[in-house]
Every structure is written in C-alpha cells, then in structure tokens.
Nanobody, 127 residues
Framework: QVQLVESGGGLVQVGDSLRLSCAAS????????MGWFRQVPGKEREFVAA????????YYSDSVKGRFTISRDSAKNTVLLQMNSLKPEDTAVYYC????????????????????WGQGTQVTVSS
C-alpha cells in the first residue's frame, strides 16, 4: 500500500512557474510507476505526465510537453512536477497517482492502471 499527498498548488499568473510535489508513504515506493493527472469540473480526468519505476522513462501529454517536467526522488519517496510557462488552460486540480508494476522502464497514461491516488491540489493560472 502507498499513500500519496500532493502539495505546491496555488494561484499564479500566465507564464509563471510552479512545482508540485507528491509525497508517498510506505517502503514500496520503488514498486510503483508514478503519474500526474488533472481535472476540471465537469470534465474527465486528463493525463499529464508519467515516470517509470527507474526514473529513466517519462511520458507527457501533448498539451504539456516541453513545459512540464516530471521527476522522482526515490530516497525521499517524492515525485515532482515542474510546470513552466503556465497557461490559463492549465488551471485544474492536479492529482498524483501510483501504478503497481513489475516493469522498471514502462509508463502508462491510462488512469485505470493507477490504483492509488492523492487528494489533489488546486492550480489556478490567472490571465
């Protein structure tokens, strides 16, 4: 089991940067690939970025590619999402998620593959 707690959300201006953090409890963090998703009220949850267990493979949605960077620190059981050049359309609640997998270098963008979710953190980008 792993518990996830996100932090770092807030209100920023267009073009600003923000870094989200996801702290994972438990000693099995290395057994999970990790992902970030976001959701706007009335819309489906949207994939943002994912990183493999090894930390060497990452994958991004087209809407954030080149602006967002996902990373993980296994020593601190933490996953980070660095968000640069923020746009109003990035406004959403951001969720951290964990996918139990035996594969070291794989990622997934399918929310159904993730069995553990955090409570979410609000990101608002004002124009």
């Amino acid at each position: 089991q792993v518990q996830l707690v996100e932090s770092g959300g807030g209100l920023v201006q267009v073009g600003d940067s923000l870094r989200l953090s996801c702290a994972a409890s438990g000693r099995t963090f290395s057994s999970y690939s990790m992902g970030w998703f976001r959701q706007v009220p009335g819309k489906e949850r949207e994939f943002v970025a994912a990183i493999s267990r090894s930390g060497t493979t990452s994958y991004y949605s087209d809407s954030v590619k080149g602006r967002f960077t996902i990373s993980r620190d296994s020593a601190k059981n933490t996953v980070l999402l660095q968000m640069n050049s923020l746009k109003p359309e990035d406004t959403a609640v951001y969720y951290c998620a964990a996918c139990a997998t035996t594969l070291l270098y794989s990622t997934t963008s399918n929310s159904r593959d993730y069995g553990h979710w955090g409570q979410g953190t609000q990101v608002t980008v004002s124009s």
